[in-house]
């Protein structure tokens, strides 16, 4: 029997990349074991779905999709799985309406359980992505600051380790969740991203599959503050909520996200000959400039 590790590799295996893991329980089954189907159906992880149109061959027979049809006066097993006539695999299979209900692995579930687990705050979004196959989990405390936390599904190939390092060169604190390792990841991400204002944390390594859903291993390693100590900090900003001041990861996310304003000025740092960095929107571009002290915003001449 696969041990808890295994067990929670084979699901991490599953949703690595685009795809959401589903079907009837039997191939569920397949893929996972039954205690693990067992364990994410009474975690809520996998939720119901509708009955299934299709079954797969008991036999594992990847030409014998069966098509499922009413059972006529069978009310124990009211369906029966017909396989496709001509090259006949095996007999039609009698079932209950509950080996037909189809399973849905929920990322949502997922989502609020890795903030359980990892204590992050905030709304998780695994609808919109912010990188392919990546979704804002919320923020959490890791190595004495506040981060970004991400849930990535497809770490595969030099495209998620661009994306790292751009956030690392823009001083994003960034604690990414990360599927298992497969040969397709880049060995780069364990030797650079382990410590560091971006940080990847492979679940393999954090997480094992109980009864009662997926927990974290006894001999995870990972230090997740459910708080920042004092976050120092770092200046004020003006926005539309206000005057407040924030802390210096809060304050590089707006410097990054500067586009987003109708007018930005920067105070804190200069960026040529005592100038300070300042953009407006003009009509729909941004359009970035820099002011002295004593100047106001430029005005187009
Ligand atoms: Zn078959």
Redesign the pocket.
Known sequence: MAQAPDRVRALLRMLQGAGTPGGVRKSLERELGRETVDALIASKLLVRGARATRYP???G?SH?P?EVVPNVGDTERPFVAV?PSGEL??DPLPLTEAALATWTFSYRAFAATLSRLFAIRGEANVRDEVFPATFALGRCAHGGIERDAFLMLDLNGSAPVSFLRARQAQGLPTVAFAHARSRFVSPEIDAHFRTGAVVVVFLEDELEMGFEGVRRRADATLVLADHVVAPAAFCAVVDARGKRTIDEAEYRRIVASAHEYDLFLDTTTTVDAGRYACGRREGDAFVRSAVTAYQGLPTRS
Do not use: H
């Open positions: 061959c008991p036999r027979g014998c069966r396989p695999c095996c």
